[in-house]
């Protein structure tokens, strides 16, 4: 059965805006926020990773220009999960988008079969 999920997303971002249409084509019940006027919390961040399973880094923008600019590839592996929830939360440019929250899973990245699945839609 298909469950309500959050949508994270950059409006200027393009594959945001193809995950959005394939959201929609799927038939998805989603609620959508704009993942830099309305950036996650550390609270938040701390939950969608450990739903997700994955490294924490996988929640990084690493082809970010603000991730360069940070210098985050040579800072990150030093740093605590607490430290990188908070460094997150500064700014949702920072945070891998667009990025998929069910109840049971988070996904950061548009993978359609992963995405389907988490929410019970066909691909």
């Given amino acids: 059965m298909a469950q309500r999920a ?9 594959t945001c805006r193809k995950a959005k ?10 609620a959508d926020r704009d993942i830099v006027a309305d950036s996650p919390t550390a609270d938040e961040l701390r939950r969608w990773h450990e739903l997700s399973g994955l490294p ?6 690493t082809s ?10 040579e800072k990150l ?3 605590t999960n607490e430290a ?7 700014n949702g440019m920072l ?9 049971a899973t988070a996904i950061p990245g548009f993978k359609e079969d992963a995405w389907a699945e988490a929410l019970g839609v066909r691909a």
């Fill in 21 to 30: 249409a394939w959201l929609d084509a799927a038939g998805a019940d989603y």
């Fill in 64 to 73: 970010g220009m603000l991730y360069r600019e940070m210098g985050l590839s």
């Fill in 95 to 103: 945070v891998k988008r667009p990025l998929l929250v069910t109840e």
């Fill in 6 to 14: 959050l949508f994270l997303e950059y409006p200027k971002c393009s």
């Fill in 77 to 79: 592996p030093t740093m």
């Fill in 56 to 61: 924490l880094r996988r929640f990084f923008n």
């Fill in 84 to 90: 990188q929830y908070a460094l997150l939360a500064t």
